[in-house]
């Protein structure tokens, strides 16, 4: 997460959602969801994943925030999650969009361990971890679309994301509010693969809580 984006977090506060809510909202998903964010809760701390503020605040702050980009992900087909780390979103998505091809990229071997355990505990068939950095599976990894969580900006994310996606596939990634100011800089990028032009999307999950920005864009070469 950049700073920028962890001074943003931190300005939001929100109760978590009933029970009842949630599985509303993640339907067949729920149980798995619920299981992923148990583990999260008893050992996220300790293993260096979230802080210890966020323990009371899962539910809205995180998973509801990964929850909030599915509907713009494709339901079947290949999807990447760059920088998976402590799973957000990709093992969200993963439990959501049970007939997608989830990859899960992530560098670090200790965070790369906690993935296999969370996907083993939770069982999901639909997971793939791959371990290193997302420049190394260019062209290894042909996605239809490629999505992420607070890792970097815009530029950055385009050069290290589309090269996982195919022709015509996504960049779908959750950022932060102020995106805007991030798609000048990365105008040179988003030219080399011919992207179209980001779109912004607010996106919402359960009442009451935050809103999630989401920026898309599709490549055309």
Same mark, same amino acid.
């Given at each position: 997460?950049?700073?920028?984006?962890?001074?943003?977090?931190?300005?939001?506060?929100?109760?978590?959602?009933?029970?009842?809510s949630?599985?509303?909202?993640?339907?067949p998903?729920?149980?798995?969801?619920?299981?992923f964010?148990a583990m999260?809760r008893?050992?996220?701390?300790?293993?260096?994943?979230i802080?210890?503020?966020e323990?009371?605040?899962l539910?809205?702050?995180h998973?509801l925030?990964s !929850?909030? $980009? @599915?509907?713009?992900? *494709?339901?079947?087909? +290949?999807? %990447?999650?760059?920088?998976?780390?402590?799973?957000?979103? &990709?093992?969200?998505?993963?439990?959501?969009?049970?007939? !997608?091809? $989830? @990859?899960?990229v992530? *560098?670090?071997?200790? +965070?790369? %361990?906690?993935?296999?355990?969370?996907?083993?505990?939770? &069982?999901?068939?639909?997971v793939?971890?791959?371990?290193?950095?997302?420049?190394?599976?260019?062209?290894?990894?042909?996605?239809?679309?490629?999505?992420?969580?607070?890792?970097?900006?815009?530029?950055?994310l385009?050069?290290?994301?589309?090269?996982?996606?195919?022709?015509?596939g996504?960049?779908?990634?959750?950022?932060?509010?102020?995106?805007?100011?991030?798609?000048?800089?990365?105008?040179?990028?988003?030219?080399?693969?011919?992207?179209?032009?980001?779109?912004?999307?607010?996106?919402?999950?359960l009442?009451?809580?935050e809103?999630?920005t989401?920026?898309?864009?599709?490549?055309?070469?």
């Open positions: 997460m950049t700073d920028d984006e962890a001074v943003e977090q931190d300005r939001v506060t929100a109760a978590e959602p009933d029970r009842a949630l599985e509303a909202f993640f339907g998903a729920f149980s798995q969801v619920e299981t964010t999260l008893a050992h996220g701390e300790e293993r260096g994943l802080g210890p503020r323990l009371g605040r539910w809205s702050r998973i925030n !929850a909030a $980009v @599915v509907p713009y992900l *494709p339901a079947r087909g +290949r999807i %990447a999650d760059v920088g998976s780390g402590a799973g957000l979103p &990709g093992i969200v998505v993963a439990a959501m969009l049970p007939e !997608a091809d $989830v @990859v899960l992530e *560098p670090m071997e200790r +965070r790369c %361990a906690w993935l296999s355990e969370v996907v083993d505990t939770v &069982g999901l068939a639909n793939t971890i791959r371990r290193g950095r997302a420049d190394e599976f260019a062209g290894a990894v042909e996605a239809d679309a490629v999505t992420s969580r607070a890792v970097a900006s815009l530029a950055k385009a050069r290290w994301s589309f090269p996982l996606a195919r022709v015509g996504e960049l779908v990634a959750l950022k932060g509010r102020h995106v805007q100011a991030e798609i000048g800089p990365a105008a040179k990028v988003l030219r080399s693969f011919d992207a179209t032009e980001p779109e912004i999307i607010e996106a919402t999950t009442p009451g809580t809103p999630t989401v920026l898309r864009t599709r490549r055309r070469r």
